[in-house]
């Protein structure tokens, strides 16, 4: 049976302004983690940003958070190199990865992070989701694959967002949003719809945050 992978719709505007007021009000910096018993306690939900270097990940946290240095974000991919927890609010924790992939940074140091973030991915028991973020001028490559088997294995519920809409022509964006559907159709823990973002532009950003504010 095929599954569909429709565009997450915009959430209604009390859904969306409850999502609002969640992410206006505290947000805070916890620590940067580098190694498996640095996490945090894993007392509360908490949803990571995973993808390629230069992906997006840190610069979607600072758009939903709607504070522009709050995760680092920079044109050198491989510049998030530790696993960073944010708190948001009482709700949980919004935790920002070192991207894979490429690195600017020696190879057994890569090697490590490589390794911290697989065995994050995989054995973070309060890990409700996982965003895969998918550059969408460059669709899902083979390494996106990898990462999304590992959380089909180790049954962590990972969505779909595609980031940097706004870099794309008019027909450019239904090509890529097809690619990673059927991408998504091989992986069971593929939640069944593809949120659509641009941090720079703001596209997509009130439907994440309501997404993240309902899960509990
Ligand atoms: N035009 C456009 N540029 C973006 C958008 N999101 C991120 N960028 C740019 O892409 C580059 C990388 O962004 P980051 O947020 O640092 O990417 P990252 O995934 O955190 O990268 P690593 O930490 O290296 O893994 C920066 O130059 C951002 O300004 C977007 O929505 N639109
Ligand atoms: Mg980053």
Redesign the pocket.
Known sequence: MKVAFPVAPEPDAETAEAARLLFAGPVDFLKGVVAMDGLPPADRPEVCFA?R????????INALTGRKGIA?????????QEINYFTLGDHGYLV?L??YGFAKAPVAIVAKWQALLKNYLAGRPTLRRAFC?IDSRHGVKPVDHEIMTLLDKSAVPFQAVL??I??LGPNALQPVIDQVEAELQKHPAAFPQIVV?????GQGIATLRAIIAGLD
């Open positions: 993808g270097s230069n992906v997006g990940k840190s610069s979607l680092r974000a920079s044109n050198t991919p491989g510049r998030t920002d070192p991207g973020l980031t940097k706004d870099k973002t641009s941090s720079d532009k």
